[in-house]
């Protein structure tokens, strides 16, 4: 599994980060570190629209699952976490036998 923290870079750095380690965009996991912070979550849901641009996904599923992770990341912003707290969002490609299966996961401090 890919690890980065999001927290102090700019959203072109997570995409040149996750260009530069994910070989197979239709199989990889990749969790990311996120400071209880809005700005962060917007970072977030843009990546997963591009992991679903790279797998050919288009509208509507990939701006659906965009949303569930939205809001997925939100709430654990604002009811999970303290300002400044870091959080962790999971997004994991499977394909197997022409299927792609998706799990998105987020993690808050519980505070």
């Known amino acids: 599994m890919l690890h980065t923290d999001i927290s102090n870079i700019e959203y072109s750095q997570l995409l040149s980060f996750v260009n530069a380690n994910i070989n197979d965009f239709g199989n990889f996991e990749i969790a990311i570190i996120f400071k209880a912070d809005y700005n962060q979550s917007k970072m977030i849901r843009d990546l997963t629209l591009y992991l679903f641009e790279k797998n050919n996904i288009n509208v509507p599923w990939k701006n659906r699952f965009a949303l569930v992770s939205d809001e997925l990341v939100n709430n654990a912003i604002e009811y ?10 999971k997004i994991k490609f499977e394909n197997k036998n022409q299927k792609l299966s998706v799990n998105l996961e987020v993690y808050d401090t519980g505070k």
């Open 80 to 89: 999970g976490s303290l300002p400044l707290d870091k959080n962790l969002f």
